[in-house]
């Protein structure tokens, strides 16, 4: 089992830079695929990014994709969401995931494929 803190969420204004963080405990963590979902209010959860549990392949949504990235430590249990030139429409809670199979571009981005979750941490970006 994985356990997962989120973590480095807050105010900012538009065009500014935020990181995100997202601490996994357990021996295993280092074998999960990791993904970042978001979901502001009133909406469904929807995909950000994933990044396989080497690291060597990385997925975005279209909405992040230049100006977001994910990236991992294994020796530190962490996956981390490095988010530039941030826009309102950013603005939601933040959840980190963890993925015991493989992903795939085709995949990356299905919720269901992630068995463990974070409890979120609040963006907010002002205008």
């Known amino acids: 089992q994985v356990q997962l803190v989120e973590s480095g969420g807050g105010l900012v204004q538009a065009g500014g830079s935020l990181r995100l963080s997202c601490a996994g405990s357990g021996r295993t963590f280092s074998t999960y695929a990791m993904g970042w979902f978001r979901q502001a209010p009133g909406k469904e959860r929807e995909f950000v990014a994933a990044i396989t549990w080497s690291g060597s392949s990385t997925y975005y949504a279209d909405s992040v994709k230049g100006r977001f990235t994910i990236s991992r430590d294994n020796a530190k249990n962490t996956v981390y969401l490095q988010m530039n030139s941030l826009k309102p429409e950013d603005t939601a809670v933040y959840y980190c995931?963890?993925?015991?199979?493989?992903?795939?571009?085709?995949?990356?981005?299905?919720?269901?494929?992630?068995?463990?979750w974070g409890q979120g941490t609040q963006v907010t970006v002002s205008s």
């Open positions: 995931a963890a993925c015991p199979w493989g992903l795939s571009s085709a995949n990356s981005a299905s919720y269901t494929r992630y068995t463990y």
